[in-house]
């Protein structure tokens, strides 16, 4: 069991078994949640479940514990997959601006260097713009830093969620 908490500690996923049916997994997981309803909401069914903090605002950062819950035939046991994080809109933005920078800052200086190559002043302005996106992929990386560090708090009341909710019915493989 310590094992499994150490994966939950270290990594924003974890992944375990248990000998309830995926239906009992679901039923002890809505009780605990009914039993919690004061600081946790979410939606509940056979295979998914997504839990979240309840706060005082509803916030872009806000970060919710997803459960995967599966059959596995060959262990003939049930296996539970859970991630923390924000929601997928989140992880989506913040990779759609990653890569946009990315491009285009592997595009201003390809530009630069060419130019360099052939000994022309076509495009003087590559450089520069290529340091000014990078300013950009910096302020990125900062606000996906700063949204980790508001959620904090919530990620830990996520984690105890998992730990409550989950682990007394761990089996060991």
Known sequence: MSETLNH??????????????????EVNLRKYLNDNKDKFYGNINKEVATI???????????????????????????V????????????????????????????????YYVEKQIKTNNYPWALPCSFVVLVFIGLTYFAARFGQLKAKNEMMELRKFAEESTLPFEKDI
């Open 52 to 78: 979240y903090v309840k706060m005082k605002e509803d916030n872009y950062w806000k970060p919710n514990l997803a459960l995967r819950i599966e059959k596995d035939d060959e262990t003939e046991t049930t």
């Open 8 to 25: 939950i500690r270290n990594r924003p996923r974890f992944k375990l078994y248990t000998n309830l049916s995926l239906e009992e997994y």
């Open 80 to 111: 539970i997959r859970g991630i923390f994080g924000p929601s997928s809109a989140v992880w989506t933005f913040f990779m759609f601006l990653y890569f946009l920078f990315t491009i285009a800052w592997m595009t201003f200086f390809t530009l």
